[in-house]
């Protein structure tokens, strides 16, 4: 185990061991490589680490005797570059990429062991005489094809014609939803295609081992007389979207996609959206071609476009131009491989010094393929079934953190049935543990534990009432759970934190959670508990208890829409000479002491408000008449944090 299946990745410096079902695929194609000539394929679920997977079998196949070379056939460019990217970051240079048909032919002519190239690029050399008699020593050589995505471009000619054209291959497949009779295209199954499953893996134990999340599954109404396509109804979805952004996204920690049914509909999405001034980021992405519903057959060759003179191309050019301004980049529908990858890091949120893309229209792009822990949301307005729905929904549910509990998908058409029919084909039978309880379940749920806890602690009275460590613990574990199911509860869309059903009104959580927060705070450089009153010391036993063991889960309690630069904001709107202006003064150091991460900065704003506001009333006033006050205020509180930390240090 330690010298074939732990991988250094060098982009999060970290080792990483392969898992159970990895190291179980891995073995299984080895063994067919080296005791037989069959093919196969490997059913590991959408998010279950199947780049990982393919890398170690691509490598390890690769050094075994026999074996000339590996291809790892991906069916996109844009897959080309992800997968390149991602075995880069296992091990530089461990493979070779082709960025066009003739760069294929020469790789596979060299001494290159590992090749990422196109389905279509491989096509080309095997179909086009000028490269495929340049193939002619290589067609017999010993040559193990892994296909990424088997489900998708394996079903037509482009595979028929590079599995006829080498003579001594082997071909493998790995798949998160296998292509079965239900779901059939030409009737061809990928069992046909590739022989028979090595391993499986399937979302629902995907799910239990915790390796990735469920569903939440929402369908909106809205006006139900007006069909889909509707001018009124588009402009109705995307007011929806705008005003649920934030509650779903989590006050843009996370992003969205928003996938639609064809190029003409995103077109006319894209410009409803900018009409009504958004407050988020917004971009849009698709590949054009004389049939807007589809790609052309220079997709995935790394060649630009067949036409560029359809309609599609001047309205790609405008939603670029909308982006270069917004990003402050310079690129074009001639560059639009750079503009795609662009995209793709924003969406990603890797990087703290890349302004983020916060909803990204698409009709067929990031649907598949696009691996992102900060997408937790979808939205749907297309007909999606089978595996495109399942490959579609799966973009959401990688997991991150406690907030990101799920993927988060909205749909704006009724695929209930649709939903019900993949789950159960691509997890043999049942949406248990993958779909999410409907919303009132989830309610009931709450108010329940809202009941049991208010039956213990009525009020904060109560709280502060508690003398013993012990009794702290259990207030803190009781809340703890109240703070789980309410982040929960509140990304669902029929959520209102006025429902009297809840149990506990808004306003009694929060000043629980002062007083959670408080107990945090207190017992923050505590190592030991308190049990009858007396402290134990380190080395006492059961009956200690270290209150440094226990999760208080305080990201569920932070908001990023509540930072340093929305205070700023709430400073510079108060006016010291209101009568409301106490009250004004107060709501801002409550806003932070009620932030997770906010609190410990109270005391500093308390002090920069009173220096600023307090004993500077009229030059408070005239300094907001300028037209920087702003710049000047945040200024004002960064010359303050240094002269704070000055006096700290003397």
Known sequence: MISKYIVLHEGDKCLMVLRPYQFYAVEEILDKVQNSTDNGFIWHTTGAGKTLTSFKAAQLVSELDGVDKVMFV??????????????????????????????????????????????????????????????????????????????????????????????????????????????????????????????????????????????????????????????????????????NFSKSTFDGEFDALFAVQNVPMLIRYYKIFKALNPKISIGAIFTYSSNPNEDDELTGMNSGFVSESVPEADDMQEIINDYNQMFGTNFSIENFRAYYDDVNLRLKKKKTDMKPLDLCLVVGMFLTGFDSKKLNTLYVDKNLEYHGLLQAFSRTNRVFNERKRFGKIVCFRDLKSNVDESIKLFSNGGTGTIIREAFEVVKKEY??????????????????????EPEKRDFILAFRELIKKHAEIQIYEDYSEDDPELGISEQQY???????????????????????????????????????????????????????????????????????????????????????????????????????VDEDKEGFVERKKKADGSVDLEERLNQYIRQEKGKAID
């Open 447 to 468: 108010a329940d534990i809202a009941k049991d806890f208010l039956a213990k602690y009525p009020d904060t009275a109560a709280v502060d009432a508690l003398k013993t």
């Open 510 to 612: 929060n000043d629980f959670r002062s007083k959670y927060l408080d107990i945090h705070d207190t017992f923050l450089d505590s190592t030991t508990v308190t049990v009858g009153g007396t402290s134990t010391e380190d080395n006492s036993t059961e009956d200690e208890i270290g209150l440094e063991d226990i999760d208080f889960c305080l990201e569920l309690l932070h908001s990023d829409i509540i930072n340093v630069a929305y205070i700023l904001e709430l400073i510079a709107e108060l006016n010291p000479f209101s009568e409301n202006y106490e009250e004004q003064r107060r709501h801002i150091i409550d806003t932070m002491i009620k932030d997770a991460e906010l609190r410990s900065k109270s005391q500093l704003i308390d002090g920069f408000i009173r220096q600023n």
């Open 74 to 243: 991906v069916d996109r460019h844009d897959l080309d570059t992800q997968t390149q990217s991602e075995y880069e970051a296992f091990e530089p240079g461990a493979v070779d990429s082709t960025d066009n048909t003739d760069e294929l032919t020469k790789k596979l002519s060299s001494d290159s062991k590992i090749i990422i190239t196109t389905i279509q690029k491989l096509n080309a050399a095997v179909t086009k005489q000028w490269y495929s008699k340049r193939l002619d020593e290589v067609r017999k050589s010993r040559i193990i094809m892994i296909f990424d995505e088997c489900h998708r471009s394996h079903f037509g000619e482009s595979h028929k014609n590079i599995v006829n054209f080498f003579t001594n291959t082997q071909i493998f497949g790995f798949t998160g939803t296998p292509i079965f009779k239900e779901n059939s295209k030409n009737d061809r199954t990928t069992e046909e295609i590739f022989d028979k499953c090595l391993h499986k893996y399937l979302i629902k134990d995907a799910i239990a081992d915790e390796n990735v999340l469920g569903f939440l599954v929402e369908y909106y109404h809205g006006n139900e007389e007006v069909s889909p396509g509707q001018e009124s109804r588009m402009h109705e979805i995307a007011k929806f979207i705008l005003n």
